[in-house]
C-alpha cells in the first residue's frame, strides 16, 4: 500500500544524527561479492529498499546472503553463485542492477541482465558500459530484452570514457580485475563510492592503483578472497541533513560523516552563510535565518553533486534573493520544482537552470515525490513552510533514505508516515 508523510511544519530541530552507510557505495560493493570465490562481509549496510533489491538479485544469483538489520552487517557466501539471468522485475525496481554485468562477466564469462530503460530524471543510457565490455572483449547482444553478454576470459585494455560516469566506472573495474593483463580506465570518475570499491577489491587482493584520480590501473589476478570491509557514511544523507539544520534547526550535530567527502557542498554552504564547523567526524550545524543566494552548477566528484541539487534549492528557497541552479548531470532532474511550486516557492525553469527567487514563507500543501533526491526536497521544504504538508509516494525516499522520518523526529521535527 502507497504510503505518505504528513509534516506540521515549523518545528525547531535540535540534538544529534547519526549518517548511515552510503546507499551508492554499498551497491557495487555487494556485487563485487560475486567476484570472490567465497564471498564478502560487509559493515555499515543501510538497510533502505535498494540495498533489499540488490540482495534479492543476488540470491536469484544463487548468492546467499544473511543481512543482519539491526548490526547493519551483511555476510554473503557466492560460493554457489551462478550466471543466471537478472530480471525485468529486479531492473525495474532498480537499474543500478546492470552492476552486476561487470562482476558476472567477470567470474562467468557471461552476463544476462535485463536491459534497464529510462528513469525519472533521465535516458540514463548504459552505452559507456556495453562498449566497454566489447572492448575487454565479450560479444553483445540483446535477446527477449535481456542484454547478453558473453565471452571468453576477458584481456585487459584502455578504457577510455567520453564523460564521466559513476556506475560505468564500477562496472569496468569489476569487470577487469579478474582480467587477462592490464585495463587502464581514463577519465574515470572519482567519487568517494568508487573509491571505496576500489578499496575493498583491494583489500580482497585485486591490483588497482590511481584510486581517486581519473586514470586507474588494474592488473588482472586470476581470485579474490572474502574480506570485512565497513562501507562508507553516506555523503548524500549528510548533505540533507546539514540542509535540514539550516533551514529548520537551532543546533543539530551530524555524527559519522566524513566532511572531506562533502568539501564542495559545505563550501557553498558557507557562501550562503550557513554556519558549520566540523570536529572530526562531525558536522555541527546552527540554524540560520539570514541566508545569501548562491549560484551553484552540479558537476562530477569533486564538484556539486547532483544528488543534493534538489536539497540545496530548499535552501535556496529560505535565502532571500536570486540564485541559479544549473543541472548538467542528468536532462530531467528537476521534477521537484512543480512541487516546490506548490508550495509558493518562486521557481523559473530555463532549459537546464533554475532561477530560484528565495526569501518568500512557503505554506503547506500536498505534493508527490517523483525520484528519491526529489523527495527528500519536499521533506525539507515541509519541514520549514507554514502549517500542514503531505508527501505523496514516499516509496522512492525509502530507496534510499534509512529510517529518514525518525532521525527527523528525535531532532524535533513533527513527521509522521500514513497509508493513503
Ligand atoms: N551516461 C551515458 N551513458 C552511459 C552511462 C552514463 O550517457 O553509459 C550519462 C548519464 O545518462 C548521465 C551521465 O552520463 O547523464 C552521468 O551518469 P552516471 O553514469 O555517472 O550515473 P549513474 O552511474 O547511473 C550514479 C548514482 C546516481 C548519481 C549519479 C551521478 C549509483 C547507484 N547511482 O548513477 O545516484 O546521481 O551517479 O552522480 O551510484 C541517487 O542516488 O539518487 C542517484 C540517482
Not at 578472497?225 to 529548520?248: C, H, M, N, Q, W
Not at 543566494?293 to 552540479?298: L, S
Not at 500536498?366 to 525520484?371: E, L, N, P
Not at 533514505?401 to 513527521?415: D, P
Amino acid at each position: 500500500m502507497l504510503e505518505r508523510f504528513l509534516i506540521q511544519g515549523g518545528n525547531r530541530l535540535n540534538g544529534r544524527v547519526k549518517i548511515s552507510g552510503a546507499k551508492n557505495a554499498a551497491l557495487p560493493l555487494l556485487a563485487s561479492s560475486i567476484l570472490s570465490e567465497n564471498g564478502l562481509f560487509l559493515r555499515n549496510v543501510p538497510d533502505v529498499a535498494d540495498i533489499r533489491t540488490m540482495l534479492k538479485a543476488l540470491e536469484l544469483l544463487g548468492v546467499r546472503c544473511f543481512f543482519d538489520k539491526e548490526n547493519h552487517t551483511v555476510d554473503i557466501d557466492s560460493t554457489g553463485a551462478k550466471p543466471r539471468k537478472v530480471p525485468y522485475d529486479i531492473i525495474r525496481k532498480m537499474r543500478a542492477s546492470v552492476l552486476l554485468m561487470g562482476p558476472l562477466l567477470a567470474r562467468f564469462n557471461r552476463a544476462y541482465v535485463y536491459t534497464p530503460g529510462g528513469c525519472a530524471i533521465g535516458a540514463r543510457p548504459i552505452d559507456m558500459h556495453i562498449d566497454s565490455f566489447k572492448k575487454l572483449g565479450a560479444r553483445y547482444s540483446v535477446k527477449e530484452g535481456y542484454s547478453v553478454l558473453k565471452g571468453q576470459r576477458l584481456k585487459g585494455t584502455l578504457i577510455h570514457f567520453d564523460r564521466k560516469t559513476v556506475t560505468g566506472t564500477e562496472n569496468v573495474v569489476m569487470a577487469s580485475v579478474l582480467a587477462d593483463g592490464e585495463t587502464v580506465i581514463k577519465n574515470a570518475a572519482t567519487e568517494p563510492e568508487v573509491q571505496d570499491l576500489c578499496n575493498c577489491l583491494k583489500k580482497m587482493g585485486a591490483e588497482i592503483e590511481g584510486i581517486g584520480t581519473d586514470t586507474i590501473r588494474i592488473r588482472g589476478v586470476t581470485t579474490l578472497e572474502k574480506v570485512e570491509y565497513s562501507v562508507i557514511p553516506d555523503r548524500i544523507e549528510t548533505g540533507t541533513f546539514v540542509v535540514a539544520a539550516l533551514v529548520s534547526g537551532e543546533k543539530v550535530l551530524i555524527e559519522g560523516a566524513i566532511s572531506e567527502h562533502l568539501d564542495f557542498f559545505l563550501s557553498k554552504v558557507v557562501e550562503a552563510g550557513g554556519k558549520i564547523e566540523v570536529k572530526r567526524n562531525t558536522i555541527v550545524v546552527q540554524g540560520q535565518d539570514k541566508l545569501l543566494p548562491v549560484n551553484i552548477e552540479t558537476a562530477p566528484y569533486p564538484g556539486f553533486p547532483t544528488d543534493l541539487q534538489a536539497q540545496f534549492m530548499v535552501l535556496m528557497l529560505k535565502a532571500k534573493g536570486t540564485s541559479y541552479i544549473k543541472e548538467n548531470i542528468f536532462e530531467n532532474r528537476f521534477q521537484h520544482v512543480q512541487e516546490l511550486k506548490r508550495l509558493g516557492a518562486d521557481i523559473k525553469l530555463e532549459g537546464n537552470m533554475a532561477i530560484v527567487n528565495g526569501g518568500n514563507m512557503l505554506s503547506g500543501a500536498d505534493v508527490m515525490a517523483t525520484d528519491l533526491r526529489a523527495s527528500a526536497s519536499l521533506v525539507l521544504a515541509g519541514l520549514f513552510a507554514k502549517g500542514e504538508t503531505r508527501v505523496h509516494r514516499i516509496y522512492h525516499l525509502d530507496r534510499g533514505y534509512e529510517r529518514f522520518e525518525e532521525k527527523l523526529r528525535n531532532l524535533g521535527a513533527f513527521i509522521v508516515r500514513e497509508k493513503e
